[in-house]
């Protein structure tokens, strides 16, 4: 299809039963559809939005074109779960019906109240002369799932000094007040987010700019998220326009955090130690975190990037989000864990231990693995999945240089090539000493040495590119290994 601002700008409501039957059968011609990520039925996932626990379920809605792989009119679709792990698909949350979101629904995100979910969103606007105005949008879900959108918007176009480029508020509550971060761009082209507060969740006045250190860092801060975790401040946000450093920023938007003091909520004042990226892979865009009952903090991120296209894309539908993972701070640093929740999906075990050398198995197209190494003598080692006779992914420890490696130029159709096939992180640790491995039809997500380092990347092989391969170079390593086949 040739998309123009016509078809690109439809809403779901104007689908015909033959256009979604189309859309469905193509969909499912797609071999690289997943197992147990979150996928759209049809069209283009982007960012998670509204993450909450409410009425005795998780909550995560989507950003959702339904008619294609590409960035269209933006709806809301919805997703619930008991337990983060088997998703319910509830469908289209928040259609852009009202003409403060004439060209999209966009990001936000949720919190509870009164026993009513509150959604809040950046309504999209066009003028006929094609200048966004960017409105800061209230839709309300009730204990039965039905949704009412606030009448006006809370906030109508950028505050002075700041361009249309003005979305995606993450809201809280300190006590009675409530507060949200929002992505914004200076007059000056760079990127920041401002602070507003509310004592009802309706009427929002501005506190001001979240005062950091980063004055000039890119052009426009996405998707900003903050919460407080064992006595730290931490701000979550998406910088778009960094210039590579070394290692650093090497995809086309980076995601990553601040961690520092609380933040001073009367005047934006924000002591931090340096950003760093969230994760180390190719494919991680836009985080959103939430709190489970029992205390945890929880992030999801969309597994894919904007302005990227990808081998999906042919089948009408693009991206997923990424497994569920469980924040923790450890000196000043933010670490990612699997949540223990994913257990769950487990089926088949195999266990194994070798000396390397090589080791090979057949590990299939969708599991999880948990490997150690000890008894550490090579110069490198690692391991190679997906593999076949003619494509395999490989992560690789070179020892001298505390760089791990995730090379997926052999991995079958690479998307991104300009952005490079490589991604490097340098360990802080010594050694590799574990990694904790999450297979897909699609996709991988490698977390290592117990979370210091994640790296969540698409990738696109054949189905018959089953192996699974574990190696040392110049010297042998001993591994310890379990594989589940995950459903």
Same mark, same amino acid.
């Given at each position: 299809?040739?998309?123009?601002?016509?078809?690109?700008?439809?809403?779901?409501?104007?689908?015909?039963?033959?256009?979604?039957?189309?859309?469905?059968?193509?969909?499912?011609?797609?071999?690289?559809?997943?197992?147990?990520?979150?996928?759209?039925?049809?069209?283009?996932?982007?960012?998670?939005?509204?993450?909450?626990?409410?009425?005795?379920?998780?909550?995560?809605?989507?950003?959702? !074109?339904?008619?294609?792989?590409?960035?269209?009119?933006?709806?809301?679709?919805?997703?619930?779960?008991?337990?983060?792990?088997?998703?319910?698909?509830?469908?289209?949350?928040?259609?852009?019906?009202?003409?403060?979101?004439?060209?999209?629904?966009?990001?936000?995100?949720?919190?509870?109240?009164?026993?009513?979910?509150?959604?809040?969103?950046?309504?999209?606007?066009?003028?006929?002369?094609?200048?966004?105005?960017?409105?800061?949008?209230?839709?309300?879900? +009730?204990?039965?799932?039905?949704?009412?959108?606030?009448?006006?918007?809370? /906030?109508?176009?950028?505050?002075?000094?700041?361009?249309?480029?003005?979305?995606?508020?993450?809201?809280?509550?300190?006590?009675?007040?409530?507060?949200?971060?929002?992505?914004?761009?200076?007059?000056?082209?760079?990127?920041?987010?401002?602070?507003?507060?509310?004592?009802?969740?309706?009427?929002?006045?501005?506190?001001?700019?979240?005062?950091?250190?980063?004055?000039? !860092?890119?052009? &426009?801060?996405?998707?900003?998220?903050?919460?407080?975790?064992?006595?730290?401040? *931490?701000?979550?946000?998406?910088?778009?326009?960094?210039?590579?450093?070394?290692?650093?920023?090497?995809?086309?938007?980076?995601?990553?955090?601040?961690?520092?003091?609380?933040? +001073?909520?009367?005047?934006?004042?924000?002591?931090?130690?340096?950003?760093?990226?969230? +994760?180390?892979?190719?494919?991680?865009?836009?985080?959103?975190?939430?709190?489970?009952?029992?205390?945890?903090?929880?992030?999801?991120?969309? &597994?894919?990037?904007?302005?990227?296209?990808?081998?999906?894309?042919?089948?009408?539908?693009?991206?997923?989000?990424?497994?569920?993972?469980?924040? *923790?701070?450890?000196?000043?640093?933010?670490?990612?864990?699997?949540?223990?929740?994913?257990?769950?999906?487990?089926?088949?075990?195999?266990?194994?231990?070798?000396?390397?050398?090589?080791?090979?198995?057949?590990?299939?197209?969708?599991?999880?693995?948990?490997?150690?190494?000890?008894?550490?003598?090579?110069?490198?080692?690692?391991?190679? !999945?997906?593999?076949?006779?003619?494509?395999?992914?490989?992560?690789?420890?070179?020892?001298?240089?505390?760089?791990?490696?995730?090379?997926?130029?052999?991995?079958?159709?690479?998307?991104?090539?300009?952005?490079?096939?490589?991604?490097?992180?340098?360990?802080?640790?010594?050694?590799?000493?574990?990694?904790?491995? !999450?297979?897909?039809?699609?996709?991988?997500? /490698?977390?290592?040495?117990?979370?210091?380092?994640?790296?969540?990347?698409?990738?696109?092989?054949?189905?018959?590119?089953?192996?699974?391969?574990?190696?040392?170079?110049?010297?042998?390593?001993?591994?310890?290994?379990?594989?589940?086949?995950?459903?």
């Amino acid at each position: 299809m040739k998309w123009t601002n016509e078809n690109r700008y439809r809403a779901y409501s104007q689908m015909s039963k033959k256009e979604e039957t189309k859309l469905h059968e193509t969909v499912s011609h797609s071999p690289w559809r997943q197992h147990y990520h979150i996928q759209p039925p049809t069209g283009l996932l982007n960012d998670p939005n509204g993450f909450s626990y409410y009425n005795g379920m998780y909550h995560l809605f989507y950003q959702w !074109f339904p008619y294609g792989a590409v960035h269209g009119l933006k709806h809301w679709y919805h997703v619930v779960s008991p337990d983060l792990v088997h998703w319910e698909e509830r469908g289209l949350a928040i259609e852009p019906d009202r003409s403060y979101e004439s060209h999209g629904a966009y990001s936000g995100s949720g919190i509870v109240h009164k026993n009513k979910l509150y959604l809040f969103y950046t309504g999209n606007q066009r003028t006929a002369d094609w200048e966004r105005i960017p409105n800061q949008a209230l839709a309300i879900m +009730d204990e039965h799932g039905s949704i009412s959108k606030h009448p006006t918007p809370l /906030l109508i176009g950028s505050p002075k000094g700041y361009t249309e480029h003005f979305r995606d508020p993450k809201v809280w509550q300190v006590g009675d007040d409530f507060y949200f971060v929002i992505g914004a761009q200076r007059e000056t082209k760079t990127g920041a987010a401002l602070l507003y507060h509310s004592s009802d969740l309706e009427n929002w006045s501005l506190v001001g700019e979240i005062q950091t250190e980063l004055t000039d !860092f890119g052009y &426009m801060w996405e998707c900003p998220d903050y919460f407080e975790l064992d006595g730290k401040g *931490i701000f979550i946000f998406s910088p778009q326009g960094l210039e590579p450093v070394g290692f650093h920023y090497q995809n086309i938007y980076q995601s990553g955090y601040l961690i520092g003091q609380p933040l +001073d909520v009367t005047t934006g004042h924000f002591s931090h130690n340096l950003f760093y990226e969230l +994760d180390a892979g190719f494919d991680f865009y836009a985080p959103q975190s939430t709190m489970t009952p029992d205390g945890r903090r929880i992030l999801v991120g969309w &597994m894919g990037l904007p302005d990227i296209e990808y081998p999906t894309d042919p089948y009408d539908w693009a991206h997923c989000l990424t497994l569920p993972r469980e924040l *923790i701070v450890k000196e000043d640093k933010l670490i990612q864990k699997p949540i223990h929740e994913l257990t769950k999906l487990r089926g088949k075990q195999l266990s194994f231990r070798d000396e390397l050398g090589s080791f090979y198995m057949e590990a299939g197209t969708a599991y999880e693995m948990i490997l150690t190494f000890d008894a550490i003598q090579a110069e490198s080692y690692g391991i190679s !999945f997906r593999t076949s006779d003619v494509e395999k992914t490989t992560l690789t420890y070179n020892r001298e240089s505390r760089l791990l490696t995730l090379d997926r130029g052999q991995s079958g159709q690479v998307p991104a090539q300009t952005y490079g096939t490589t991604r490097s992180v340098l360990l802080e640790s010594s050694d590799l000493l574990s990694l904790h491995v !999450f297979v897909d039809t699609s996709s991988v997500e /490698l977390f290592v040495n117990d979370g210091e380092v994640v790296l969540t990347s698409r990738i696109f092989p054949q189905d018959v590119s089953t192996g699974f391969q574990a190696f040392a170079e110049k010297g042998t390593v001993h591994v310890n290994g379990t594989h589940w086949s995950l459903s």
